[in-house]
T-cell receptor, first 114, second 111 residues
């Protein structure tokens, strides 16, 4: 079991480009959570997804950000028309059910917007 | 909004000493968790304490929870250089379908 896999580990985008971050949950986990971490800050909740459903997107910016978790394949966090302020580490976590008991986190994707 | 707030923000101690970090939160919870993050890495789950528990141990870690004061503490005994990391508390909130993190305590163990 390879754990939660996120790719790429590092992503550099120019302002205005699109960023696609991928997260493959642990085997048997059908619940995925995305968090964003700014330097020297804690993790800020963005979105909670279950297969083919967005359960809670209360932390997602209203524009340019979207997330999906299709029936097949990884969860995708998509940021359109990136700006410098989107530079951060984006972490994905997964859990086997709708509980908050001990998420398993991936190693994160560090997005740099230049 | 942030549910948990850690205190202190940064802590430096000598190797072998004990390190204590505190976390305060605002609303009622089902459980509180502590995570560790090494620089540039993902988070590692350390320990979970349920709202009906007052104290929990795991190796050199001791966690307490005081629901009347809405606070928790994480004690690391006999600290080692490898304990240098950021430590975050996290609580479930708002219907308990996600966990909310504090800003963390950056712990530095001096050789």
């Amino acid at each position: 079991n390879a754990g939660v896999m996120q790719n790429p580990r590092h992503l550099v985008r120019r302002r205005g480009q699109e960023a696609r971050l991928r997260c493959s949950p642990m085997k048997g986990h059908s619940h995925v959570y995305w968090y964003r971490q700014l330097p020297e800050e804690g993790l800020k909740f963005m979105v909670y997804l279950q297969k083919e459903n967005i359960i809670d997107e209360s932390g997602m910016p209203k524009e340019r950000f979207s997330a999906e978790f299709p029936k097949e394949g990884p969860s995708i966090l998509r940021i359109q028309q990136v700006v410098r302020g989107d530079s951060a580490a984006y972490f994905c976590a997964s859990s086997p059910d709708r509980s908050s008991y001990g998420y398993t986190f991936g190693s994160g994707t560090r997005l740099t917007v230049v | 909004s942030q549910q948990g707030e850690e205190d202190p923000q940064a802590l430096s101690i000598q190797e072998g000493e004990n390190a204590t970090m505190n976390c305060s939160y605002k609303t009622s919870i089902n459980n509180l968790q502590w995570y560790r993050q090494n620089s540039g890495r993902g988070l590692v789950h350390l320990i979970l304490i349920r709202s009906n528990e007052r104290e929990k141990h795991s190796g050199r870690l001791r966690v307490t929870l005081d629901t009347s004061k809405k606070s928790s503490s994480l004690l690391i005994t006999a600290s080692r250089a490898a304990d240098t990391a950021s430590y975050f508390c996290a609580t479930d909130a708002d219907g308990h379908d996600k966990i909310i993190f504090g800003k963390g305590t950056r712990l530095h163990i001096l050789p």
